[in-house]
């Protein structure tokens, strides 16, 4: 089936400083999805992406949407403590419309 | 609107036991999802639901059973459990606006079940 890298597994930085994570398939995606999960919580969702190129911000977070379908970019600029939690890229599988797809995570740790 | 509730939160089991997971959305929502996730594996789905009355495997599917028991409830069934279902459970739902497609789901806040 359809797989999800994400990248880096997981990250230490300190607060102020911004942060960069991809996800990539080797097969195309028409949509792509970044969701976060707070410690103990369900995974929300932070940002939808709808057509190859697009860029969409919500607040200090940033996703693109990657020309070849193939992949997706996350960045969160100026991160704070609250920021701390697994980001998951996200996207429907095998052509459906009901099943997503998850990468395994990234683990983004922020420093005081 | 409480969104996606689940229950319980917690739960521990012995090797054998059956138990229920239940799972209710107020958004009115026709799509319900099971997914269970485990360390570094991430997120996989077990059954889903797309609409009132329809149930379909997912990618993990083996060892539990769902009832779609209206458009709001969405329950999964582990019949004889076993320690390779020790995970947390996460019960998710959706439902497209016009000009979206349907891939927005939105979770609950998980069950965290040991199975002994």
């Known amino acids: 089936g359809q797989q999800l890298n994400q990248s880096p597994q997981s990250m230490f930085i300190q607060e102020g400083e911004d942060v960069s994570m991809n996800c990539t398939s080797s097969?195309?995606?028409?949509?792509w999805l970044w969701y976060k999960q707070d410690p103990g919580e369900g995974p929300v969702l932070l940002i939808a992406?709808?057509?190859?190129?697009e860029l969409t911000s919500n607040g200090r977070l940033t996703a693109q949407f990657g020309i070849t379908r193939k992949d997706s970019f996350l960045n969160i600029s100026a991160s704070i403590p609250s920021d701390v939690g697994i980001y998951f890229c996200a996207g429907p599988s095998g052509g459906s419309n009901y099943k997503l797809t998850f990468g395994k995570g990234t683990l983004l740790t922020v420093n005081p | 609107n409480a969104g996606v509730t689940q229950t319980p939160k917690f739960q521990v089991l012995k090797t054998g036991q059956s138990m229920t997971l239940q799972c209710a959305q107020d958004?009115?929502?026709?799509?319900m999802y099971w997914y269970r996730q485990d360390p570094g594996m991430g997120l996989r789905l077990i059954y889903y639901s797309a609409s009132e009355g329809t149930t379909d495997k997912g990618e993990v599917p083996n060892g539990y059973n769902v009832s779609r028991l209206n458009k709001r409830e969405f329950s999964l069934r582990l019949e004889s459990a076993a320690p390779s279902q020790t995970s947390v459970y996460f019960c998710?739902?959706?439902?497209?606006?016009?000009?979206?497609?349907?891939?927005?789901?939105?979770f609950g806040p998980g069950t965290r079940l040991l199975v002994l």
């Open positions: 992406l709808y057509k190859a190129g």
């Open positions: 097969s195309i995606f028409n949509t």
């Open positions: 998710a739902s959706s439902e497209a606006p016009r000009t979206r497609p349907r891939e927005t789901q939105y």
């Open positions: 958004m009115n929502h026709n799509s």
